[in-house]
């Protein structure tokens, strides 16, 4: 009895892990107590003991949920006189979704949403795609909309680590960083996790194998990216400044 409980609980950890730790404790903090709330006020019968009883709720109860998380306040832009809101992007909406489907099999494991269930999220889904898309080109952005870092500021920035220094030091670390992910054009998590183990050297350029990235957590196709040199300005090559980290920094007998 005790080897089949142990089994059971390596085999639930491995199944944990098709989400990531950081996206669990989101869906913990954020997205799951608001969808609770939510129906705790509008649907007191849907919710025992602060738990979602998902084998009685209906699309139509759902679909409406969703409706009014479709729409947000931006706080960031807001006046005493004007509330501004916007859509909410495509992957806040999928969160909620997400989080709901991870609940739903963490409390009821031998339960899942029906097949018709499933339907109708993803055309809603879509139906908030083609949305966002005819409010992108009537040029209004959206809530997850990125502003890109101009050529000429990259450069700026590259520039300006190598003539500030702290304690008579050049900020190395900044340097190797911002080349790293620019040359990658990667996202900043996925830099931090570089293993010297993923670089590789491939004649004239270095070869950065990141395995997993937000798109491709399964790391079901490669990816690999090739960083080639800056001969022409030193200030901006990423062989400069991560040769110089490395120098510095890096442990040979570590990954």
């Known amino acids: 009895e005790a080897r089949v409980q142990r089994e059971l609980a390596e085999a639930s950890a491995i199944q944990d892990r098709r989400i990531k730790k950081k996206t669990e404790i989101e869906y913990a903090r954020t997205y799951h107590p608001r969808t609770v709330s939510w129906f705790k006020q509008e649907y007191p019968e849907l919710v025992v003991d602060g738990k979602i009883r998902y084998d009685k709720l209906e699309w139509n109860q759902f679909k409406r949920y969703l409706g009014t998380r479709k729409v947000k306040k931006r706080k960031k832009y807001r006046t005493d006189s004007n509330n501004i809101y916007q859509l909410a992007g495509e992957s806040t909406m999928q969160k909620y979704v997400a989080a709901e489907r991870f609940?739903?099999?963490k409390q009821m494991p031998e339960y899942s949403?029906?097949?018709?269930?499933?339907?109708?999220?993803?055309?809603?889904?879509t139906g908030h795609r083609k949305l966002i898309k005819e409010q992108q080109a009537k040029g209004l952005r959206m809530e997850e909309d990125k502003?890109?870092?101009?050529w000429t500021v990259y450069r700026w920035l590259m520039q300006y680590f190598f003539t500030y220094a702290i304690g008579g030091n050049i900020p190395v670390l900044c340097l190797a960083f911002l080349s790293v992910t620019w040359n990658l054009m990667c996202r900043g998590?996925?830099?931090?996790?570089?293993?010297?183990?993923?670089?590789?050297?491939?004649?004239?350029?270095?070869?950065?194998?990141?395995?997993?990235?937000?798109?491709?957590?399964?790391?079901?196709?490669?990816?690999?990216?090739?960083?080639?040199?800056?001969?022409?300005?030193?200030?901006?090559?990423?062989?400069?400044?991560?040769?110089?980290?490395?120098?510095?920094?890096?442990?040979?007998?570590?990954?």
């Open 147 to 150: 502003e890109y870092l101009p």
């Open 113 to 125: 949403f029906s097949t018709s269930f499933e339907k109708n999220v993803t055309e809603f889904m």
């Open 103 to 105: 609940y739903l099999s």
């Open 189 to 255: 998590i996925n830099t931090e996790t570089v293993k010297l183990s993923q670089l590789k050297g491939d004649g004239d350029a270095i070869i950065f194998d990141l395995k997993v990235t937000k798109k491709n957590q399964e790391g079901k196709k490669d990816e690999i990216k090739h960083v080639f040199a800056n001969s022409q300005d030193p200030s901006i090559c990423c062989f400069t400044s991560l040769g110089l980290w490395l120098l510095l920094y890096g442990q040979p007998f570590t990954d």
